[in-house]
């Protein structure tokens, strides 16, 4: 079977993790840990910052249903 790559519609990131550990303060790391609201709907910097769906995965999912099928 060929092999076929489902994610090179999705862009690559700009972003450097390096940089971003980097910025990190103990106190957004002790945030982090504790995984309560802060974490998951507080500031970015904490956690996920809450959800919000960017549609970034709509394309992707979109070769998966054409390729699939589905």
């Known amino acids: 079977m060929a092999e076929i790559n489902l994610l090179d519609c999705l862009p690559a990131t ?3 993790p390096k940089a971003r550990a980097a910025a990190k303060t103990p106190d957004d790391r ?5 995984f309560d609201r802060d ?6 910097r ?5 959800y919000r769906y960017d549609g970034r995965w709509l394309p992707v999912a979109r070769r998966f249903v054409e390729h ?3």
């Open 46 to 50: 904490h956690g996920y910052g809450g």
């Open 68 to 70: 699939y099928g589905l």
């Open 30 to 34: 002790a945030v982090a840990k504790r």
């Open 39 to 44: 974490f998951f709907d507080g500031e970015r």
């Open 14 to 16: 700009t972003r450097d």
